[in-house]
Every structure is written in structure tokens, then in C-alpha cells.
């Protein structure tokens, strides 16, 4: 995990731990593929609550290489699904623009 930057992230039990791990090095081996060259990954997370108990987590991913960069945001009240749909964004985006 050279190449990815993680910033403010929650604590995380072991599974969900794993699971993030597992989702972020799964997009960023597609994405090596793809392009057939080493990327940046930088993902940084931010959590809302303005009243309650319930927190919004927000994550903001830059991809860059040395041909493009892409940013992509997506939020959800569960960290492990704001995850997966901003991956799933970056990908979506890539394929679009290639």
C-alpha cells in the first residue's frame, strides 16, 4: 500500500478493517491494470453529526497518474458504504473516460 494515502479515518473493528482493506486494494489492482502503471490513491474521510447520535461519513478520493487525475466524493450514514461507492465512482469514471 505504497501508493495509497488514507487520512482521518475511523477506528475500525478487525472485519470492517479487513473489508476496507480488501475493497481499497482491489480498486487500486483494476486500476494498475487498466493503465498498466503505478498510481496515487488518496482518500480522506470526514464524519458529520449535527444532531443525534448518527454520523455521516463522507470520503473524498484523488487518483492521479502521470496521464490523468480523477476525484470522485461519495457519502453514506455506514463508513464501509461511503467506501465501496467512491470506488466504485473512481472506476465508473475511468471507464468512462477512456
Sequence with gaps: MNNIQTSN???LD???SAKANEAIESF???YARILSETPLLSLHHKEYSKEG???KHVINAK???SKKSIHFEAFDWNFLTAL???LKGLLKQLKSEK
Excluded: M, V, W
Aim: zero cysteines; a positive charge; charged letters at 40%.
Design 9 to 11: 479515518f475511523p477506528e
Design 14 to 16: 478487525e472485519f470492517d
Design 28 to 30: 487500486y489492482q483494476k
Design 53 to 55: 447520535k448518527r454520523k
Design 63 to 65: 487518483l492521479s497518474s
Design 84 to 86: 465501496q461507492n467512491t
